[in-house]
């Protein structure tokens, strides 16, 4: 502000600078900000909570808020820890903060020993016994305070916010480098002011390396201005570690050399996954013994003698320390096979470079494919397939650089193929059943594998999976892999051409509620099966070639046996037609047979053309045994042709002949995928008239099928005789009066089979009268294998790890289970969780690699619990332990240490399970002792052994000090004064919290 002032004539010109003090300063907002978070807590003036139980410090649940405060673009986190009390938290006005010399909650708590020496807490909470705090830290690493004038300056601030607001709660300031620990706080109330004061060493000063020289320390910060300072109580815990684990055995089984891969720990047979630990996962055992309660003149603890013997103490706890990440075998087996499934090589990328062709045979080259087609053979013509297959069978690995070695591999597939070793009809014969087992026939297992999408226990996809896993971690991982799956896929194809069924898989169609893999397998061995059934009636007709009598008496008898399914002379394979390949396959589900399809009532078929030169006869001519052409006549049928038997007292409707029912084919199964495809082509056919012709001729090939079979096999019948058998609910019959006054049955068609255009009206008027064995095959079933051939060996070793995967988890919950029997009960809760988890992520459509991987890390950590629970029970045994109460009592705290982080050790020293610790100890000293005298005689090295103390030197002290004295002068109120001392062997802390009368200085 610029003045001029004129004065006796002459001018003056002073400048005045005005400072306003109304402008809050940067110290100032701050010291604001904390008051405003405290006051948003509501920490003023809250009232003492009830006494704390002995242990809640660390089984309560606390709560924590945080805020952040700025001083000077200095960042602070501002956090609140609080213990939920059983009750609610009362605040001013309510009953006991009426007092003013009501004491605060930190205040009374640091006197309180129910809860000294907690397993699992803050360190605040275990240096100072306080269930509520809050600490203001730095924000950064780089901020960390380490000037005592910025550490003041922060302390100065939260005292003036403590006195404003009137907080309870006591506050710390975190300095020095955080992984120090370094705290100072305040608390105040009631008139009393409690100062939190730390001492943090590297090393421990000789002086203070006893209870003398720190209650020296104690009494001299407390400054007491009476003569005689009152006694300290002291709680004293001596921590003993024990590592050496040489006397206990190890449970995990040594390694099987005899096998090929028996120098790996753990390893067993191939069709069981390999389980344990590979290290002990119990490292440390860490015995802490605790004197509650002693006062200073009950007890000498100095650097020359000390009365703390661990086995006179009166209360013993123990916990151990877990090995981190130790390698456990059923998890890394599990983990590396899921690696396989982000890979993108194919199986010739992976292999192409160590193939060659050993045979030069020109007559197994593709190149000559079509000369073997057209060359003369009396024996039946080799298809394509057969000589492209011939070719593959011959491709072989350039020797000593195969991924998988020739012994080896030979094992592996007489293993997943135990028939291999029989010859002829003996392999053959062998039941496709053989390694399943009677399990699989249990309900309740099969509800076990399809809940996983997988396949039986012992079936060949299930011992294919172990195997593949085996194989990726013990010989050549990814391209070992792709080695065994293409010998897989030959012996598959192999299998095909010499009609030999697939061992290991259940019987009957695909099944639906396994893996996709396990159906197409199931669909090869159907095809294998029809292959067989129709080579094996060709083959015998073959051999009979009746004469025509024979055959014209055979007709006579007009009907069939069920076992010769009405195959005559000329059955060939020319007869048996292929299918048009635009007709789809007929499912069980869209059998005609049903009679509630009505979604297929409207839908029109057109008459089925069949060529002149493939037309059926059922009027045989005379046939030569010179092999000349067979001629037919095209005429109406009057011989009848494919009957299997008569159908109970049915008789045709224009005449009395017996209604007989047909010999049919049977619907072609369907694997999952193929459902899908189907369902998806029906879909995209639309709801246009063509679309609807269409997709009923689709359904209808089964119905057309059955109805030409029926007309064969009895001539002379129509649609009402056909739905009288094939559907009789679509045949009403009703008691009626004839001429003649009796009452009679009359049937007649149901009104949705008189419905104009039906479809079986339709079809039933284009079925020619066509036995089952002269129809076009429903179910191609050289077709259907190649695709299945062609499916197998069209996927990546990526592809088929990820549908293996179900096999694999299900056999590795299977051995967790086995193994986990007698585990603690917080087991069975995670392997329930697994089994939901696995039920939910193999049953997807499309499953995920990455979700595996979650699943394989919680299989990786049950089998962890498992390992430490063994660990634990072999370490301690219950032979050493007398009485039936001291074994249950030794198994109820081994199950404790695998579920707490502290167990009590009932009786302490002279309990079950001290004395198997004082044992376990006094071995290790042993031991320990016996290396180190080597040099020394024998009567030396026994008397060394004689006096060699049980228990190593503490690797760990805590005391905790305490007395009430009045502060700061003669005539204050009594303050609860307290001490924590932390003696390790590179640490050395004193956490002193000393409490002053505010009211009377």
Not at 177 to 196: A, D, H, I, P, S
Not at 479 to 499: G, I, K, P, S, T
Not at 728 to 743: C, H, L, S, Y
Request: glycine share 6%.
């Amino acid at each position: 502000l610029r003045t001029n002032m004129a004065e006796g004539g002459e001018e003056e010109s002073e400048v005045f600078e005005i400072t306003d003090f109304t402008t809050a300063s940067e110290w100032e907002r701050f010291v604001a900000r904390i008051e405003e978070v405290i006051n948003e807590w509501k920490l003023p003036n809250m009232a003492p909570g009830p006494p704390l139980q002995k242990g809640e410090l660390s089984t309560g649940e606390w709560e924590d808020r945080s805020e952040v405060v700025t001083f000077a673009d200095v960042r602070f986190g501002m956090t609140l820890h609080r213990l939920k009390e059983r009750s609610q938290v009362q605040t001013v006005g309510d009953t006991c903060m009426e007092e003013e010399d009501c004491q605060p909650q930190a205040i009374q708590d640091l006197l309180a020993m129910e809860n000294d020496f907690p397993p699992r807490a803050h360190c605040l909470c275990r240096w100072f016994g306080v269930r509520a705090f809050v600490v203001l830290a730095p924000g950064g690493q780089s901020d960390a305070i380490q000037s005592e004038s910025k550490a003041n300056l922060l302390l100065s601030s939260i005292s003036i916010a403590v006195n404003n607001t009137g907080c309870s709660v006591p506050v710390f300031v975190q300095t020095q480098q955080k992984w120090r620990r370094m705290y100072q706080g305040v608390c105040e109330g009631g008139g009393l002011r409690t100062n939190f004061d730390m001492i943090h060493l590297k090393r421990i000063p000789s002086q203070y390396n006893h209870l003398s020289g720190l209650l020296e320390v104690f009494k001299s910060k407390i400054a007491c201005p009476l003569p005689a300072l009152p006694p300290v109580t002291v709680s004293v815990r001596f921590t003993y570690i024990l590592s050496d684990w040489t006397q206990s055995a190890w449970t995990q089984e040594p390694p099987d050399f005899d096998i090929p891969y028996g120098g790996n720990v753990g390893g067993a047979e191939f069709g069981k996954l390999p389980f344990g630990a590979c290290e002990d996962p119990v490292s440390e055992l860490h015995l802490s013994t605790t004197w509650p309660c002693l006062s200073e003149e009950m007890i000498v603890d100095n650097s020359v003698y000390s009365d703390l013997d661990p086995l006179q103490a009166p209360q013993w706890s123990v916990r151990v320390r877990m090995t981190d990440n130790p390698q456990c075998l059923l998890g890394d087996y599990l983990s590396e096979f899921v690696k396989i499934c982000h890979s993108l090589e194919s199986t010739d990328q992976l292999l192409g470079g160590l193939l060659e062709d050993e045979d030069k045979d020109t007559s197994r080259d593709v190149s000559a494919a079509l000369q073997r087609l057209t060359e003369p053979s009396p024996l039946p013509l080799p298809t394509i397939s057969d000589v492209v297959s011939n070719m593959k069978t011959r491709t072989k690995f350039r020797r000593k650089e195969a991924p998988i070695g020739g012994e080896l591999l030979n094992m592996i597939l007489q293993f997943l193929f135990p028939d291999a070793a029989l010859e002829g009809a003996a392999r053959a014969e062998k039941p496709s059943k053989d390694q399943g087992g009677e399990k699989q026939d249990t309900a309740e297992y099969k509800e076990t594998y399809r809940q996983y999408k997988s396949s039986p226990e012992g079936s060949l996809m299930y011992q294919l999976a172990m195997c593949m896993c085996v194989v990726n971690y013990n010989h050549g991982g990814l391209r070992a892999v792709a080695h065994l799956w293409q010998e897989f896929v030959l012996e598959m194809r192999y299998r095909w051409e010499n009609n030999y069924t697939i061992p290991g898989l259940p019987e009957g169609s695909p099944d639906m509620s396994a893996c996709l893999l396990l159906q197409k397998l199931q669909m090869l061995n159907c095809c294998i099966q029809r292959k067989t059934s129709r080579e094996a009636r060709m083959k015998e007709a073959a051999k009979q070639h009746p004469p025509a009598a024979a055959v014209q008496e055979k007709s006579a008898r007009g009907s069939t046996s069920a076992a010769s399914d009405g195959w005559d002379v000329e059955d060939s394979d020319e007869e048996f037609f292929e299918c048009e390949t635009e007709l789809a396959m007929e499912t069980d589900e869209n059998i005609a047979s049903n009679s509630d399809a009505d979604s297929t009532q409207n839908s029109t078929l057109p008459k089925q053309k069949v060529a002149s030169n493939s037309e059926p006869s059922n009027d045989r001519t005379n046939m030569h045994k010179s092999g000349s052409d067979m001629s037919f006549k095209d005429t109406v049928v009057s011989q009848p042709e494919g009957r299997l038997k008569q159908c109970g007292d049915l008789r045709l409707l224009d005449s009395s002949e017996p209604l007989y029912i047909p010999v049919t084919q049977e619907p072609g199964p369907m694997t999952e995928d193929m459902l899908e495809q189907h369902a998806e082509v029906l879909a995209k056919l639309g709801t246009s008239a063509e679309g609807a012709h269409l997709r009923a001729r689709m359904q209808s090939a089964c119905l057309l099928s059955d109805m030409e079979a029926f007309k064969a096999a009895n001539p002379g019948c129509k649609l009402e005789d056909f739905v009288r058998w094939y559907s009789p609910r679509d045949w009403i019959e009703e008691a009626v009066t004839d001429e003649t006054g009796q009452r009679v049955l009359k049937g007649e068609l149901s009104p949705r089979m008189r419905i104009p255009g039906n479809m079986w009206c339709e079809v039933w008027e284009g079925a020619r009268a066509v036995p089952a064995r002269k129809q076009k095959r429903l179910f191609d079933d050289t077709k259907e294998a190649e695709k299945v051939l062609h499916y197998l060996a069209s996927l990546r070793p990526a592809q088929v790890a990820l549908h293996l995967m179900p096999m694999l988890v299900h056999a590795a919950i299977l051995r967790v289970e086995e193994e986990g029997e007698t585990t603690p009960p917080a087991l069975a809760t995670m392997l329930v969780q697994i089994q939901s988890r696995a039920s939910k992520v193999l049953r997807a459509p499309n499953m995920d690699a990455q979700k595996c991987e979650e699943l394989v890390r919680q299989v990786t950590l049950v089998e962890t619990v498992i390992a430490r629970a063994r660990s634990l029970r072999a370490k301690f045994h219950t032979q050493t332990v007398r009485g039936e109460d001291g074994v249950k009592e030794l198994e109820r705290f081994v199950s404790s240490l695998l579920e707490q982080p502290e167990v009590k050790v009932i009786g302490a020293g002279r309990g079950p399970a001290g004395t198997v610790i004082h044992k376990l100890f006094a071995t290790a000293q042993q031991a320990a002792h016996s290396f180190d005298d080597d040099d020394h005689s024998p009567s030396e090295h026994r008397a060394e052994l004689d006096s060699c103390p049980d228990f190593p030197k503490p690797a760990g002290r805590e005391y905790i000090l305490r007395t009430t004295v009045p502060r700061p002068c003669p005539v204050s109120r009594p303050c609860p004064q307290r001490m924590f001392c932390t003696l390790i062997k590179e640490d050395f802390r004193l956490a002193g919290a000393f409490t002053s009368d505010t009211t009377f200085m």
